[in-house]
């Protein structure tokens, strides 16, 4: 049976009993697109990128093949007894990921008695070298932070038997992926799996000349707007933006709870207190905070405090609220995976959702994919959403450099192969 054919319990995809109990009692009973497609490649053991839309169980796809597998090795070579010598790690973007992944993972490690601690960066030495001081199974960290403790002689991965990079379109990006590749070169032929809600052609070309070819495993909804998000765009004819976010967030009614997101640090303090000046119940968080400020704040409106959060693409990534209501979109993103990105904050695994947009004419020309999208189709993450914004294009030169890059990406699509999912 291959990747992606109908099976509809995780027993049936190869998940052990225990594990199969522990999300039985969370509820968790079928598998969604992406956990059909990577359970069964990731429990074989081979290296292979999961690619699904934000918001379809992709932590849980990688994070239960992530304990079984571990668990096997220690009843097979007993248990870890070094400290700061884990047997999997699992890389992610920024240290709000890395306290949700670590939270998922736990979860599941209760039936298979397995450890799991978190780097990340913006916590203090002390708090670092205490952790790496214990004895554990499962590392989550961000890749500067563990890049440094390794340059360091802090940490011993000589025994890790399988490296995760979540969110592999952000961590690949040509100014990110230096740390990560020097943590692949200190694991030689350890079995690596990539996940991603969006795989670029850049990043898609570059795994392909990995030394172990990762598969590829295509979610049927990979590249799409869920099915349950409703899509609106909002000109701006003359009014300001703050004026326009505060009458949608008035439209929507006093208790529905969202994110409005801008593109810079200084927008984000603006339009937080413009939309505090007219009276709305705003939470602001964005990069320029300290990292404790940060997860306090973030912390607090998980848990109900505050009906807004405006926020940067800090916040656009692995941010699960079940009570979200909608997306505000203050400013476009510049690239076209930051706005799927944005989208999947609402209607994860079936919630219903809203998406609007606050756009001006130099928004124009993207607009038709932005429907296109919310429409059901598929957006090219290959090139920035924003194209001519930075430079001057007409709509012929345009079409002529898409289809291009399409070829291009037919091109290389060849050296690796695709699962795609048939449910």
Not at 98 to 121: D, E, M, N, Y
Not at 305 to 333: C, I, S
Not at 334 to 349: K, L, Q
Not at 365 to 383: N, P, Q, S, Y
Request: hydrophobic share 40%; proline share 5%.
């Amino acid at each position: 049976m291959g990747y992606g054919a109908a099976m509809s319990t995780f027993s049936e995809l190869g998940v052990s009993p225990a594990l199969v109990a522990v999300l039985d009692a969370a509820q968790l009973l079928q598998p969604t697109s992406v956990q059909r497609l990577a359970i069964p490649a990731f429990l074989s053991g081979k290296a292979a990128v999961a690619v699904a839309r934000t918001g379809s169980g992709k932590t849980l796809a990688y994070a239960i093949p992530l304990v079984q597998r571990t668990h096997a090795v220690e009843a097979e070579e007993g248990a870890v007894t070094l400290p700061a010598r884990p047997r999997a790690v699992v890389l992610t973007g920024t240290r709000e990921l890395v306290t949700q992944t670590t939270k998922v993972i736990k979860t599941l490690t209760h039936a298979a008695r397995l450890r799991v601690r978190a780097v990340a960066g913006g916590e203090s030495g002390h708090d670092t070298n205490l952790t790496l001081k214990q004895v554990f199974d499962v590392l989550v960290a961000n890749p500067p932070r563990l890049a440094k403790l390794l340059a360091d002689g802090k940490l011993d991965l000589s025994d890790v038997r399988v490296v995760v990079v979540d969110e592999a379109d952000t961590l690949l990006s040509p100014g990110q992926r230096p740390p990560v590749e020097s943590i692949l070169a200190s694991t030689p032929g350890v079995t690596t799996w990539w996940i991603s809600a969006t795989l670029p052609e850049p990043i898609r070309y570059w795994l392909d000349k990995r030394p172990e070819k990762p598969q590829l495993l295509l979610s049927k909804d990979a590249h799409t707007s869920p099915e349950s998000v409703t899509v609106k765009n909002i000109p701006l004819r003359g009014q300001s933006r703050s004026d326009a976010a505060s009458d949608v967030l008035v439209s929507l009614g006093p208790t529905a709870r969202g994110i409005v997101f801008t593109n810079r640090r200084e927008t984000c303090d603006e339009a937080g207190a413009a939309l505090k000046e007219r009276g709305h119940d705003v939470v602001v968080v964005h990069g320029g905070l300290l990292p404790r400020e940060r997860e306090k704040a973030i912390k607090g409106f998980v848990a109900g405090g505050g009906r807004v959060l405006v926020t940067t693409e800090l916040a656009g990534r692995g941010l699960d609220v079940k009570d979200l209501a909608f997306v505000l979109n203050y400013e476009l993103p510049e690239r076209a995976s930051d706005y799927m990105h944005r989208v999947g904050r609402v209607g994860r695994v079936g919630r219903a959702g809203r998406v609007i947009n606050l756009v001006t004419d130099r928004d124009r020309h993207l607009l038709g994919d932005v429907e296109r999208f919310a429409a059901g189709g598929k957006l090219d993450t290959g090139e920035p959403l924003r194209t001519a914004r930075t430079r001057k294009v007409t709509t012929a030169q345009g079409a002529k450099e898409t289809t291009k890059r399409r070829e291009k990406a037919a091109r290389t699509q060849g050296g690796v192969k695709v699962f795609k999912d048939k449910g």
